[in-house]
């Protein structure tokens, strides 16, 4: 099956420091990867959807200039927290979607990257 | 705006029950409807999907149904154990991944 890997699996960061997590497509090619957040008990939020070779698509309330996405290839994405703070902890999930490429199309999800800023 | 809820919250039970999950969505115009597990601190493991002009899926203990009309899912867990404690996740797919509140299950022995 597809794996969808991150790095780091966990990170704590000072406050003021900008901290970048990886998600890579492992055995498949993926034009679109999506990033979530999930706070403390609460579900999965979307934050942006990133398409390989364009600008990432924020959702309302995304602020775009602190969560930077980059998407240069088609196995790796990667988003950026930028002059992080206590509120952005958080656990980051990214998921991919194959080549095939509709809305219908099977999302592959990555383990999760925890975030702490002291 | 789709809006997806799930009943109950939590959830807490002995080994041995049949337990149901139920998901509602607002806008039925959804192309599939996915059950997922989240264990503490992991990603996603992936349950079931259906597709919108399906009915239901099944695999093993779990048994997943959808009334796309009337904006529902449920999961069906036979014989509950301790291994399935986790928290159980709907998503319905529009043109994006929305997912639901999560039910949070704890199977004790």
Not at chain 2, 66 to 88: E, F, H, M, N
Request: hydrophobic share 35%; proline share 4%; aromatic share 8%.
């Amino acid at each position: 099956g597809a794996v969808v890997s991150q790095h780091p699996s966990r990170v704590i960061c000072k406050s003021g420091t900008s901290v970048k997590i990886e998600c890579r497509s492992l055995d498949f090619q993926a034009t679109t990867m999506f990033w979530y957040r999930q706070f403390p008990k609460q579900s999965l939020m979307l934050m942006a959807t990133s398409n390989e070779g364009s600008k990432a698509t924020y959702e309302q309330g995304v602020e775009k200039d602190k969560f930077l996405i980059n998407h240069a290839s088609l196995t790796l994405s990667t988003l950026t927290v930028t002059s992080a703070h206590p509120e952005d902890s958080s656990f980051y999930i990214c998921s991919a979607r194959g080549l095939a490429g509709g809305p219908t199309d099977t999302q592959y999800f990555g383990p999760g990257t925890r975030l702490t800023v002291l | 705006k789709q809006e997806v809820t799930q009943i109950p919250a939590a959830l807490s039970v002995p080994e041995g029950e049949n337990l149901v999950l139920n998901c509602s969505f607002t806008d039925s115009a959804i192309y599939n409807l996915q059950w997922f597990r989240q264990d503490p601190g992991k990603g996603l493991t992936s349950l079931l999907l259906i597709q919108s002009s399906q009915r239901e899926q099944t695999s093993g203990r779990l048994n997943a149904s959808l009334d796309k009309s009337s904006g529902r899912s449920t999961l069906y867990i036979a014989a509950s154990q301790p291994g399935d404690s986790a928290t159980y996740l709907c998503a319905v797919t529009t043109d994006k991944l929305i997912f639901g509140t999560g039910t949070r299950l704890q199977v004790f022995p």
